[in-house]
Structures are given as C-alpha cells and as structure tokens.
C-alpha cells in the first residue's frame, strides 16, 4: 500500500524555459568566478562537459552534478544560484496542479525530494501556491545528498516513517529520479511534466 509520494521538483511539478535558463546562466557565472575565467569561456567548459557526461550516462546531467565535476563545492553553486535569481520571478500558481495535489493528498501523505537546494525549493513551492501540501520537503540540504544517490530516497523514506516498498516516487528523470528508487523497492511513476499527474490518481490505484 502506497503510504507517501515522494514528488521531484524542478521539471516535475512545473516547467519553465526561463527558470531553466537563468539556472544555467548562473552555472556559467559560478564556474567563471570559480575559474577566474571570462563567463563565455565557462558557458562552452560546462555545455562540452554535459554532452560528455549524457553520452556516457545516456541521460541529460544536470548542472549541479556538472559543475562538481569541475571541483566546485556544491555549496558555493547553491549560494551562487540562490543570489543570481529568484524563481517567484518567473513562476505563478497552477491551479489545475494545486487541484490535483490536493486529491492525492487525500490518500496519502506528500513530499518533495529535489536535488536543489532549500532555499530555491521553498520560493519555488511558494510561487507555485502549493507548498503547504507537502508534509516535507527533502532538498540537498536535508541530507548533504542528492539524487542519484539512493542513500536520499533511503533516508527521506526514514524520515517519513515508513518503508521503501511504501513508497512512490514521481519524477521526469527516469535514470536520475526513478531507477535508484526503483531499486530499493519503491513505486515509480515518470512524467514529462505537470500535466501528466492528473494521471496519476487512475496510476495510485494499480499500484496501491
């Protein structure tokens, strides 16, 4: 019986060319700085990087794992990003998601699970009108971890008292969200983004 949905955030419950974008401009700024390089220079360093890394995973990596490949501590990314922009400039309410979320919570309790950081993932969930919905929200602050790493979805399953195998996890990464949890026992449900969890109600009931 599935007792909590364990939601990614970024790509999953919303999608936004403009928060994508400004999340890569500020890796360009943070690697410059870094490096003590033009950010032009940073910006072809990290994009070469990436399509070295998608071809040897097979799957699009994201900026945080990138920019630790170049040695950067993935606190001084997060503090770079945090002041470089502001999501609740560029996001506002979902209605049809809010509404959607409120019916699965009816059956079982919520959590968000996200390689970001606390403070974005906060101002996200608050653009979006939905962050009371969620009894936690686990980001890479909670645990010093992040996805793929099973010890996050270990310990958020801990952290929500109850076992893997009660658990579903939601995601639009499949190699990075899903298959770690997938391993350990838990439910996995891919989407493409938003509009695919009203869905997932008919999906909870085969997997209940």
Request: hydrophobic share 40%; with cysteine; glycine share 4%.
């Amino acid at each position: 019986m599935i007792k909590v949905i364990l939601f990614d955030l970024d790509g999953t419950l919303y999608k936004s060319p403009e928060v994508r974008k400004k999340f890569a401009e500020a890796a360009y700024h943070a690697l410059a700085k870094l490096k003590k390089i033009p950010v032009k220079k940073a910006k072809s360093l990290i994009e070469d990087r990436r399509e070295e890394l998608k071809k040897k995973h097979g799957f699009p990596v994201p900026y945080t794992l990138t920019l630790v490949q170049f040695g950067m501590p993935v606190e001084m990314w997060h503090k770079e990003n945090i002041d470089f922009f502001d999501p609740r400039d560029y996001l506002t309410q979902n209605g049809e998601l809010k509404e959607m979320l409120l019916g699965l919570r009816k059956r079982c309790r919520l959590a968000i699970l996200t390689n970001n950081n606390e403070v974005q993932a906060q101002r996200i969930l608050e653009a979006l009108k939905v962050r009371d919905l969620f009894a936690r929200v686990f980001s890479y602050n909670s645990f010093k971890t992040m996805k793929p790493n099973p010890q996050f979805f270990k310990k958020a399953a801990k952290e929500m008292d109850v076992n893997p195998n009660e658990c579903l996890v939601v995601g639009d990464r499949y190699s990075v969200d899903l298959i770690p949890a997938q391993n350990l026992g838990m439910k996995i449900y891919e989407v493409k983004g938003p509009d695919d969890i009203k869905k997932l109600i008919t999906a909870l009931l085969s997997v209940a």
